[in-house]
Nanobody, 121 residues
Framework: VQLQASGGGLVQAGGSLRLSCVAS??????TGWFRQAPGKEREFVAA????????YYANSVKGRFTISRDNAKNTVYLQMNSLKFEDTAVYYC?????????????????WGQGTQVTVSS
């Protein structure tokens, strides 16, 4: 599986961005979004289980971010609304076959290259 993340950019606080993660090869994997700010560890943001229905969110983004999948396009999206300065980070998508432990970096063997999201205050 190869993953290609895109959609990052510079946005003012309160604005929105939509990240995309296109998968080549096998599909219908569990997919997660993680982020890493300078000097911090990579942290969980959101995940979509391989059934394409069950979703999970970090408390810090719940109610503001939405993860979804378009099977026809082999693409998982992360819609980010009401962005805050503290959302600034490099965002990574990840995928794997498992159906549990979706919030853990160690659960994923396939990673995209990352896309920078910068929120100005």
């Amino acid at each position: 599986v190869q993953l290609q993340a895109s959609g990052g950019g510079l946005v003012q606080a309160g604005g929105s961005l939509r990240l995309s993660c296109v998968a080549s090869g096998r599909t219908f994997y569990s997919t997660g979004w993680f982020r890493q700010a300078p000097g911090k560890e990579r942290e969980f943001v959101a995940a979509l289980a391989r059934n394409g229905v069950s979703t999970y969110y970090a408390n810090s983004v719940k109610g503001r971010f939405t993860i979804s999948r378009d099977n026809a396009k082999n693409t998982v999206y992360l819609q980010m609304n009401s962005l805050k300065f503290e959302d600034t980070a490099v965002y990574y998508c990840a995928a794997d076959q498992m159906g549990y432990g979706l919030a853990y970096v160690s659960s994923y063997n396939y990673w995209g290259q990352g896309t920078q999201v910068t929120v100005s205050s």
